[in-house]
């Protein structure tokens, strides 16, 4: 069984950044995809970013690009979200997700493990 753990969320000013991380625990698979979600109150599930096992794959959604960075360190189980330039559309529970499988995918029903996620507030 594998367990994800999400730490990081906080309330932050517009403009501001945080750095999210999602500790992994259970069976060690070779090859695994780690994802980032969000769903802010009221709106369904989104996908933010992803990263393949080594990282040579990764992906973002349009609305975050050029200001999330998603990176993992295999050696601790974790992967990582450094959100800059926060806005208040941001705010939302950010979750850490994992896919069994080698290649990205923004399609959250394609993950097979969640964390309890983190909330992240953004105030104007």
């Known amino acids: 069984q594998v367990q994800l753990a999400e730490s990081g969320g906080g309330l932050v000013q517009a403009g501001g950044s945080l750095r999210l991380s999602c500790i992994r625990s259970g069976r060690t698979f070779s090859t695994y995809t780690m994802g980032w979600f969000r769903q802010a109150p009221g709106k369904e599930r989104e996908f933010v970013a992803a990263?393949?096992?080594?990282?040579?794959?990764?992906y973002y959604s349009e609305s975050v690009k050029g200001r999330f960075t998603i990176s993992r360190d295999n050696t601790k189980n974790s992967v990582y979200l450094q959100m800059n330039s926060l806005k208040p559309e941001d705010t939302a529970v950010y979750s850490c997700?994992?896919?069994?499988?080698?290649?990205?995918?923004?399609?959250?029903?394609?993950?097979?493990?969640w964390g309890q996620g983190t909330q992240v507030t953004v105030s104007s």
């Open positions: 990263i393949n096992w080594n990282g040579a794959d990764i």
């Open positions: 997700a994992e896919r069994s499988r080698a290649a990205t995918s923004v399609n959250g029903a394609e993950y097979r493990y």
